[in-house]
């Protein structure tokens, strides 16, 4: 028996030191394909904590004890780099600036002014302009001489003579040996890339983007670090650093275009009670983002109970065909059917209208596009509350429902006062968890009505939630502003947190009454 043991435990063991050596041969490439960029950025913290989870995984695994140990780790990790980390930097994305203009630091910001005063040099030279990425990835300027047809590569350490281009028949530059060259989407598309690109020419000289072409050029712009100032000799503005907001302005108070990031303190979180354009959106916002939430759990809850109630008759016949056929819209992909049901509210050729001969238009009035969400929401939600009121009622104690039977609470008294509280001690939970994901519900919102109606000049829509409202202030207005975004999402985080802990406790005052 022993011989046997043994014989069967050795394969175990080797097969188990090989998957081991596997594992922690991929944990150590992946640490060195990510300290790689660590140590280029100079992130010294970033490569020393990568370091220390490197070595606490290897600790944990090379030895046979500390064996629940192996089995937090990789969860622990993955919570802390995909919840906890993201929470910390959210929040302290909502003490800053952060946004379109001010995005880089103090030194990119004062480079950047000083490259939008470049002015064309008498008898300077002219390029037509594309745009590419080098076999390393740099981004380069493919420059076309308009004079001589000579062809350059410009990048951050200067000007290079460019052999073997194609041109077109312009004569820009279409293709370059170790050289990709961007098409005109990709050159839409990434000019905040460009935009950070300075190609240096001389002391005081470089070359300046202008569309799809580009010229040699000085700046007449310069910085002081005494005054901490930007100066432009051409028109005499003078821009000082306030370090306060992150922006060079003049005496008058105009800002210069480009800013950089600085901690402001709680400034985005007392715009929202201080500022009243920012107070009354947030506020209209906030009262119809809990409405929709508590509707979409209370209509779901009402109509999946109802049906479950309906369809745990025992006496009932073809229970499973109608079961089936309940938890269809449930088992659709919800981002399809979105987008049906978008269609199905079109005010000219939606089902909606044809069927009751309606001539509403859904998406012009705020309360008529708040019911559409609504309606929508509810036919999507329902067969899951139906699914779980299903469970509920049928774990029931049937005791607990013969004797109400026996003291005379038969129908309505015996749901109220018997059935209701025992699945809602089981529910709430669920319940809860419903209603903080609908309030999250973004892709409710923005598939379905894209926040419409807007007013106008209004950034806010009638159907916006503070979702939609935090998402449109980061990436869908004419200008971004992360700080502030984060800072919505912040409150949106201490509502359905407060929220749910009054709900909670309210069912732990439930239980104990009903145990």
Same mark, same amino acid.
């Given at each position: 028996?022993?011989?046997?043991?043994?014989?069967?435990?050795?394969?175990?063991?080797?097969?188990?030191?090989?998957?081991?050596?596997?594992?922690?041969?991929?944990?150590?490439?992946?640490?060195?394909?990510?300290?790689?960029?660590?140590?280029?950025?100079?992130?010294?913290?970033?490569?020393?904590?990568?370091?220390?989870?490197?070595?606490?995984?290897?600790?944990?695994?090379?030895?046979?004890?500390?064996?629940?140990?192996?089995?937090?780790? !990789?969860?622990?990790?993955?919570?802390?780099?995909?919840?906890?980390?993201?929470?910390?930097?959210?929040?302290?994305?909502?003490?800053?600036?952060?946004?379109?203009?001010?995005?880089?630091?103090?030194?990119?910001?004062?480079?950047?002014?000083?490259?939008?005063?470049?002015?064309?040099?008498?008898?300077?030279?002219?390029?037509?302009?594309?745009?590419?990425?080098?076999?390393?990835?740099?981004?380069?300027?493919?420059?076309?001489?308009?004079?001589?047809?000579?062809?350059?590569?410009?990048?951050?350490?200067?000007?290079?003579?460019?052999?073997?281009?194609?041109?077109?028949?312009?004569?820009?530059?279409?293709?370059?040996?170790?050289?990709?060259?961007?098409?005109?989407?990709?050159?839409?598309?990434?000019?905040?890339?460009?935009?950070?690109?300075?190609?240096?020419?001389?002391?005081?000289?470089?070359?300046?983007?202008?569309?799809?072409?580009?010229?040699?050029?000085?700046?007449?712009?310069?910085?002081?670090?005494?005054?901490?100032?930007?100066?432009?000799?051409?028109?005499?503005?003078?821009?000082?650093?306030?370090?306060?907001?992150?922006?060079?302005?003049?005496?008058?108070?105009?800002?210069?275009?480009?800013?950089?990031?600085?901690?402001?303190?709680?400034?985005?979180?007392?715009?929202?009670?201080?500022? !009243?354009?920012?107070?009354?959106?947030?506020?209209?916002?906030?009262?119809?983002?809990?409405?929709?939430?508590?509707?979409?759990?209370?209509?779901?809850?009402?109509?999946?109970?109802?049906?479950?109630?309906?369809?745990?008759?025992?006496?009932?016949?073809?229970?499973?065909?109608?079961?089936?056929?309940?938890?269809?819209?449930?088992?659709? !992909?919800?981002?399809?059917?979105?987008?049906?049901?978008?269609?199905?509210?079109?005010?000219?050729?939606?089902?909606?209208?044809?069927?009751?001969?309606?001539?509403?238009?859904?998406?012009?009035?705020?309360?008529?596009?708040?019911?559409?969400?609504?309606?929508?929401?509810?036919?999507?939600?329902?067969?899951?509350?139906?699914?779980?009121?299903?469970?509920?009622?049928?774990?029931?104690?049937?005791?607990?429902?013969?004797?109400?039977?026996?003291?005379?609470?038969?129908?309505?008294?015996?749901?109220?006062?018997?059935?209701?509280?025992?699945?809602?001690?089981?529910?709430?939970?669920?319940?809860?968890?419903?209603?903080?994901?609908?309030?999250?519900?973004?892709?409710?919102?923005?598939?379905?009505?894209?926040?419409?109606?807007?007013?106008?000049?209004?950034?806010?829509?009638?159907?916006?939630?503070?979702?939609?409202?935090?998402?449109?202030?980061?990436?869908?207005?004419?200008?971004?502003?992360?700080?502030?975004?984060?800072?919505?999402?912040?409150?949106?985080?201490?509502?359905?947190?407060?929220?749910?802990?009054?709900?909670?406790?309210?069912?732990?005052?439930?239980?104990?009454?009903?145990?």
């Amino acid at each position: 028996m022993l011989d046997q043991r043994s014989r069967t435990a050795g394969p175990t063991t080797a097969a188990g030191l090989i998957i081991k050596i596997g594992v922690l041969a991929v944990v150590a490439a992946l640490a060195v394909w990510a300290a790689l960029p660590l140590i280029a950025a100079g992130a010294w913290w970033g490569l020393a904590l990568e370091a220390a989870v490197v070595a606490i995984v290897f600790y944990v695994y090379l030895q046979r004890r500390a064996v629940q140990l192996k089995y937090l780790i !990789p969860g622990t990790l993955l919570l802390i780099a995909f919840q906890i980390l993201p929470v910390f930097l959210t929040v302290g994305t909502s003490f800053s600036n952060y946004g379109d203009g001010h995005r880089v630091d103090k030194e990119t910001a004062t480079e950047a002014i000083i490259a939008a005063g470049v002015q064309q040099t008498p008898g300077g030279s002219t390029y037509l302009l594309a745009v590419g990425e080098s076999a390393s990835g740099e981004l380069t300027l493919l420059l076309t001489n308009t004079e001589d047809r000579s062809t350059w590569a410009g990048t951050e350490e200067g000007l290079v003579e460019l052999e073997g281009a194609t041109l077109d028949e312009a004569g820009r530059i279409t293709a370059a040996p170790d050289y990709t060259v961007w098409t005109l989407a990709d050159l839409n598309e990434r000019q905040g890339e460009l935009a950070e690109l300075a190609v240096p020419t001389g002391e005081d000289s470089g070359i300046k983007v202008q569309g799809l072409s580009a010229f040699e050029g000085i700046s007449t712009r310069s910085y002081d670090e005494a005054c901490d100032c930007i100066t432009d000799s051409a028109t005499g503005t003078v821009w000082h650093a306030d370090d306060e907001t992150g922006t060079f302005v003049t005496d008058d108070g105009k800002a210069a275009l480009v800013g950089w990031r600085v901690g402001i303190g709680a400034d985005n979180y007392l715009d929202v009670i201080t500022d !009243p354009k920012i107070r009354g959106p947030f506020l209209g916002v906030f009262a119809w983002n809990i409405m929709f939430a508590a509707g979409s759990v209370l209509f779901t809850f009402a109509i999946g109970l109802g049906t479950a109630m309906a369809l745990n008759k025992p006496s009932m016949r073809g229970t499973k065909v109608y079961r089936a056929l309940m938890i269809l819209p449930y088992a659709m !992909p919800s981002f399809a059917m979105l987008l049906v049901w978008a269609q199905m509210f079109n005010r000219d050729f939606g089902l909606i209208n044809d069927l009751f001969n309606l001539n509403v238009n859904w998406y012009g009035g705020t309360w008529s596009a708040r019911a559409m969400v609504l309606i929508a929401n509810t036919w999507l939600g329902w067969p899951y509350m139906f699914l779980i009121s299903l469970g509920a009622l049928q774990a029931l104690p049937s005791d607990s429902l013969e004797a109400a039977k026996i003291d005379g609470a038969t129908g309505v008294t015996a749901f109220r006062k018997i059935t209701l509280p025992l699945l809602l001690i089981a529910l709430t939970p669920l319940l809860i968890s419903s209603f903080a994901f609908n309030f999250n519900n973004f892709n409710a919102i923005e598939l379905l009505s894209g926040g419409n109606p807007f007013k106008a000049g209004d950034a806010v829509g009638g159907t916006d939630l503070l979702i939609t409202y935090a998402f449109r202030q980061a990436f869908g207005a004419s200008s971004a502003d992360y700080g502030f975004a984060s800072a919505i999402s912040v409150f949106i985080f201490l509502i359905v947190a407060t929220i749910s802990a009054v709900m909670f406790r309210f069912t732990r005052n439930q239980e104990d009454v009903y145990s």
